[in-house]
Each structure stands twice: as C-alpha cells, then as structure tokens.
C-alpha cells in the first residue's frame, strides 16, 4: 500500500469525475458575483461618456437583480456554466499526469512547469470544447427584462439558446468567440492550479501549515484566486463582450459580429473609446467571483480526491 507521502495516482476517469464534482459545487455559489461581472462588463460599452450608468457597482447589481428578477435572475446561465467548468477541472490531472509521464517523472510529483502547462492546455481544450456553453451562459447572463445593459437576448433554457443561436446564426455562430475563450481562460488555467499548488508547498515545506490542514487549502487556493484575477481580466472582458455583441449578416450570408472582428480589435476600440480602465469593468465582480470559485474548486478538489482514497484504501 502507497505511504499518504506518496498517494496512488487517480486513473484519468477518476481525475476526471472527482475534478468536475469540486468545479460544479464551486459555480452554484460564485455564479450570482459572475452575472453582476457580465453585466457590469456590458455597461457603457463602446460609450466614451458612462455617467449614465444602470448599475452603481457589484452590490447594486446583485440588489437591483435580486429585487427585480428574484433568485432565477442571480442564477442565469447557471447550467451551462457548471458544465463548463466541470469538465474543465476534470481535464487538468489527466494531462498532468500525461506530462509528468513524458518527461519521465512521477505521476504524483508537482512540478511546475508540467503543471503550468497541464493547467494552460486544459484550459484551452475546455474553453474549445465548451464554447458554445460559454457563448449561451454570457448571453443568458446578460439578459435582464427589468434592468437590460447591453445586448439582449431571451432564451428559456440552454436548450432554446443553443438552438436559437443555430437558427439565428448557424453552426459557426456557436463558435463566435472561440479565440477570445481560449486566450481567456488558458491564461487563467496556467497559474490557478500550480500557483495554489506552489502555495501550497511553501506552507507545508516551511512549516507553517500541515499538508490536511483546512488553512492550508484556504491560504493557497485565495493566493491562486488572486494570481488568476491579475492575469485573466482584460481578456475576460473581451470575452463577455464578443459573445454578447449584436450580429450582422454579409452579402455572403455569413453571419458575423457587427462591433468586434476578434480579441486584439475588441481589446483597441475598448481602450480607444472607454479607455484602458474599460478592460477592467467589473473587476470587483470578477474578484468576488473568482476569490470564492477558486477557494472552493481546490479545496472541495482536495478534499474529495483524499476522502476518495479513503474510501478506495479500505476497500482494497
């Protein structure tokens, strides 16, 4: 039997199952702070003079939301997005594992630059894969029958949006942002896991913490949170608003996106007209979301992959 120094490693469906169950119960509590960040990122778009604004900052969104629209108005888009993140957690030990392999380490050992890039690649295959989920949850997000920013959009659930999307927009409309997600979340993928891990390490390694202790998770998983933030919100931005942007059909038929062509030209004309701070909009919302969904995905992962050890060891 392995020592707890040096654990079995999961097998990729069993990363992949316990990753997803830790990312689905991380979204149902931070999904309210991330319809308040898409809406806060719609206001004023493309509008040099925003003093006209729906919405104060994060609390006024989630007052004015909650007030108007009750507990389905917090919790728009909350199905795709436990999908969507769900399967984008699971992926990450797989391929970490797969790298580790390659270069002739451990399975188990946490090193960093296989992480980074297990962390980066995961990212970027679930935001390629997921993207039509991204693309319906940003826009169910958005819509509000009471307070509207933005563009809106009515679907009644995620199978209405998918298929309105394709009606409306074909099959390639489905892939409208694809580039802006990957960009968007590899970078937010290539520091939360190893920035917590590396965290982590240092407080055990040091003797600060013990490995199983609760503090140990909190501490390393808010420092990840925080890497995550700095690094992803300009690109989030952009994300929100190429998803959400009003389409145009050309001569050819193609249907295309009437403000952005792609995430450089979206990332100019946000800085040209609302200024550089127009990246930012919604980044206590984005914090608010991040800092809690980070905290709870790593640790309810840790806790749930050792509780599964448990279980597993006593089986055998």
């Not at 719609?42 to 007030?67: C, F, I, M």
């Not at 997005?81 to 594992?97: D, K, M």
């Not at 949850?137 to 809106?152: E, F």
Request: hydrophobic share 40%.
């Amino acid at each position: 039997m392995a020592s707890s120094s040096s654990p079995q490693p999961l097998s990729t469906p069993e990363a992949f199952i316990l990753g997803g169950i830790a990312a689905c119960c991380a979204v149902t509590v931070s999904n309210p702070a991330e319809v308040a960040k898409t809406r806060l990122q719609l206001q004023g778009e493309l509008v040099k003079d925003n003093s006209k604004r729906v919405y104060r900052n994060t609390l006024d969104v989630l007052v004015k939301t909650t007030r108007n629209e009750g507990i389905r108005g917090i919790q728009r888009g909350l199905a795709p997005a436990i999908l969507v993140n769900g399967a984008r957690l699971g992926f990450y030990e797989p391929f970490r594992q797969t790298a580790n392999n390659f270069l002739g380490l451990s399975p188990t050992e946490q090193n960093t630059a296989t992480s980074v890039l297990a962390g980066a690649t995961s990212g970027a295959v679930g935001a390629t894969l997921g993207n039509p989920l991204f693309l319906i949850k940003a826009r169910m997000q958005a819509y509000s029958p009471s307070l509207p920013v933005g563009t809106q959009r009515h679907y009644r659930n995620s199978f209405n949006a998918l298929s309105s999307v394709i009606r409306e927009e074909g099959f390639r409309g489905l892939l409208r942002g694809t580039n802006a997600a990957v960009l968007r979340t590899a970078m937010g993928s290539s520091v939360q896991v190893p920035s917590y891990m590396w965290t982590k390490r240092q407080l055990v390694n040091r003797g600060i913490l013990s490995a199983e202790s609760f503090w140990t998770y909190l501490i390393s998983s808010s420092v990840s949170g925080l890497f995550v933030l700095a690094i992803m919100q300009p690109t989030d931005t952009v994300l929100t608003r190429m998803y959400n942007q009003p389409t145009k059909t050309l001569p050819n038929g193609r249907t295309v996106g009437a403000l952005y062509r792609n995430p450089i030209d979206a990332l100019w004309k946000i800085a040209k007209i609302e200024g550089v701070l127009g990246w930012y909009k919604g980044t206590a919302a984005h914090f608010l979301r991040i800092t809690p969904h980070t905290i709870i995905t790593l640790t309810a992962n840790d806790l749930i992959i050792n509780l599964y050890r448990k279980i597993r060891s006593r089986q055998s």
